[in-house]
């Protein structure tokens, strides 16, 4: 997100390797991380015929201009003839909501376009590298000479594109799990009471990283605790986001009305999971309801529990293609036990809440050989106040 890579934009003139290009379109791409979905974010620099930064622009929203159109639009021809452009993924190369990239490139006169990412659709694959070709530009795949560092640049390409490229390949949701623990470990005390473990400055961070995703997901249990509203609240991004709830028996249907969520969101952006065995009685309680949520009938399993990989799949159905899981304890547990969490983005605070009493976020998750421990991949760790997040895929 906005933290891959934070960097300021250049002076014009100034010098950049080509790793530097592309770490400054990775940190422009990242710019659009609230706005793009179901886009990928991508960010586009680019360089003078002597290597000095011209310009830089990313994808700002969906069905907005690219990045390489954002970027190359206040350069004159003069400005362009021998310029290189490095895009995060290569250029687009048929006409969909915006013309191709690649075919407006290909009428100027550029040197080199270098990419990060090849189109993860195979289809379509190498054909913008292709058009920017036959036009007489140069066009290749990004990869540094310095092992670490193209290691390094790769990663964070693919985090940049992460949910649009799992979506490409998987035809799935991409799953990200926030938690706000304590130092050992707990995210709530057993009475309930949950509010506050972290500071204001991570708090801030969630309603941020609620933009990126197209929902938020959560438990009965936090509903019923918490009662809470679920919304985007940043000084910066006004946003109207989805919610989904897990209540497997109906059983928060009939209160529906007194929660917050019915107040705050319109019920075309509720998503009430349920079994799918009980929607005669739930079809019911609905005809009789003022503004429903939008009933998701999901399968169970053979313990009675929701069958996440067929929620997930239902979802997808309904065109969501990403959620943010925000809790509670066994939502979250779950949630990991089934290995659906794409990337995790844990807060710890500086306290101790103390197992005894409290309930830990992986209370389901039974691990009887160290050989079957969960690691968290490519992991980065940011502070917000007092708080640090550890943020890597699952
Ligand atoms: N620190 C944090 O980051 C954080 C975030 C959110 C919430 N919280 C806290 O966490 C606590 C709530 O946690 P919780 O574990 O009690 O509640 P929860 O995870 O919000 O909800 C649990 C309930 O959701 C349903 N559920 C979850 N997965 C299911 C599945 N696969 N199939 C069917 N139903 C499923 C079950 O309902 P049934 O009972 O109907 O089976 C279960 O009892 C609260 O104290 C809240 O304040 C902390």
Same mark, same amino acid.
């Given at each position: 997100?906005? =933290? ?14 080509? @790793?530097? +290009? ?8 990242? $710019? ?28 700002? /929203? ?10 190359? $639009? ?18 687009? +190369? ?38 920017? =070709? ?7 795949? /990004?990869? @540094? ?14 985090? +940049? ?59 009965k249990g936090t509903i019923e605790f918490d009662n809470p509203s679920l919304n985007i609240r940043h000084p910066t991004i006004e946003k109207k986001n989805k919610v989904i709830v897990i209540d497997a028996e109906a059983e928060l249907l009939s209160r529906f009305s007194d929660l917050k969520l019915s107040k705050v969101h ?14 005669? =009685?739930?079809? $019911? ?13 999901v399968k169970t399993n053979v313990g009675g529990d929701l069958d996440l990989q067929d929620l997930l799949a239902q979802l997808y159905r309904q065109g969501l293609r990403s959620v943010m899981v925000e809790g509670g304890a066994m939502t979250a547990s779950s949630f990991i036990d089934d290995r659906l969490v794409n990337r995790?983005?844990? /807060? ?24 079957? $421990? ?13 708080? /640090? ?6």
């Amino acid at each position: 997100m906005e =933290r891959i890579w934070h960097l300021p934009t250049p002076e014009r003139g100034t010098k950049l390797s080509s @790793s530097q +290009a592309m770490k400054l379109a990775i940190s422009e791409a990242s $710019k659009g991380a609230p706005r793009v979905s179901p886009n990928p974010m991508v960010g586009a620099v680019v360089l003078d015929a002597q290597g000095g930064f011209l310009s830089c622009g990313y994808h700002e /929203f969906y069905g907005g201009p690219h990045a390489e159109v954002n970027a190359l $639009k206040n350069l004159s021809p003069e400005e362009l003839r021998g310029a290189h452009v490095f895009v995060t993924l290569e250029p687009c +190369a048929h006409e969909g909501k915006t013309p191709s990239c690649a075919k407006t490139m290909a009428k100027l006169p550029l040197k080199k376009v270098t990419f990060g990412l090849i189109d993860p659709n195979p289809l379509v694959a190498g054909q913008g590298a292709e058009i920017l =070709r036959a036009a007489g530009i140069e066009a290749e795949v /990004f990869s @540094s000479p310095n092992a670490e560092e193209d290691h390094d640049i790769k990663i964070k390409l693919e985090e +940049a594109c992460e949910a649009f490229l799992w979506n490409f390949r998987q035809k799935k949701v991409f799953v990200a799990l926030k938690m706000a623990s304590s130092l050992d470990g707990q995210v709530a005390l057993r009475s309930g009471e949950s509010q506050w473990i972290t500071g204001p400055e991570s708090r801030e961070y969630v309603h941020y990283l609620r933009a990126c995703y197209d929902a938020i997901l959560v438990g009965k249990g936090t509903i019923e605790f918490d009662n809470p509203s679920l919304n985007i609240r940043h000084p910066t991004i006004e946003k109207k986001n989805k919610v989904i709830v897990i209540d497997a028996e109906a059983e928060l249907l009939s209160r529906f009305s007194d929660l917050k969520l019915s107040k705050v969101h319109a019920s075309a952006d509720l998503f009430w999971c349920v079994a799918a065995e009980i929607k005669e =009685r739930v079809d $019911k309680v609905v005809a009789e309801m003022s503004g429903a949520p939008q009933i998701v009938y999901v399968k169970t399993n053979v313990g009675g529990d929701l069958d996440l990989q067929d929620l997930l799949a239902q979802l997808y159905r309904q065109g969501l293609r990403s959620v943010m899981v925000e809790g509670g304890a066994m939502t979250a547990s779950s949630f990991i036990d089934d290995r659906l969490v794409n990337r995790l983005y844990m /807060f710890q605070a500086p306290i101790i809440m103390g197992s005894g009493g409290s309930r830990s976020w992986t209370e389901t998750i039974r691990i009887s050989s160290m050989n079957e $421990k969960i690691h968290v991949k490519n992991p980065r760790y940011l502070t917000f106040g007092n708080d /640090f997040m550890i943020t890597g895929t699952l």
